[in-house]
């Protein structure tokens, strides 16, 4: 298989944070966004961020903007369907896609994704770290996915659907499982930002 094409998922509303972008908070001397390109960048072909309203203000990444083609902020999916619109026009097969608020995510992201897709007809594989109270927790943002069910994909938000791990569940996807409980902490609300100044 081909290199995944990356695609970071700034989509969201970042309501608890208080709206705005998330990913143009400053974590210590950088935002969160160039802490996030930089652990993804290496990992894939060629990279492009998923984000909404006036794209200009991402100029200075140098980076494609994908909007989500969904009306609604439909969640993490309509961020997955745009940039597996994109990575066709690419001639790509797969994206990895990481969000932009998670800026400790494994430097190993993508080879630990191909390697739990391996066997697979059409690869798709979400993250998963250990969880106490319910054994594993996947993280719906990191993940794996098959440009071609991207016309499944659309069908199924167009009809509704939302909720990330239904979709991959239809369609046989599986977990990479990551040893740490942090790898995928996300910054959420201002006390998360204090947090993760801490785990810096």
Do not use: C
């Amino acid at each position: 298989m081909k290199q995944p094409l990356g695609v970071i998922l700034a989509g969201g509303l970042a309501a608890r944070m208080g709206g705005g972008d998330k990913g143009l908070l400053r974590l210590g001397d950088r935002t969160l966004l160039s802490r996030v390109i930089d652990r993804l960048e290496p990992q894939v072909e060629a990279l492009a961020l998923n984000a909404n309203g006036d794209p200009a203000r991402f100029n200075d990444l140098g980076l494609p903007v994908l909007p989500d083609t969904i009306e609604g902020y439909a969640g993490p999916l309509a961020g997955v369907l745009a940039g597996l619109d994109w990575a066709a026009e690419q001639g790509a097969e797969t994206i990895v896609t990481a969000a932009a608020d998670t800026p400790f995510f494994p430097r190993d992201l993508v080879p630990q994704l191909l390697l739990a897709s391996e066997g697979m007809d059409i690869p798709l594989v979400l993250a998963a770290t250990p969880d106490p109270k319910r054994g594993i927790a996947r993280h719906p943002t990191f993940g794996l996915w098959p440009v071609a069910l991207r016309d499944d994909l659309r069908g199924a938000l167009q009809g509704g659907l939302r909720k990330v791990v239904l979709w991959t569940d239809q369609h046989g996807g599986r977990e990479a499982n990551f040893p740490h409980e942090e790898a995928f902490f996300n910054v959420n609300t201002p006390e998360d930002l204090t947090r993760a100044e801490a785990m810096l």
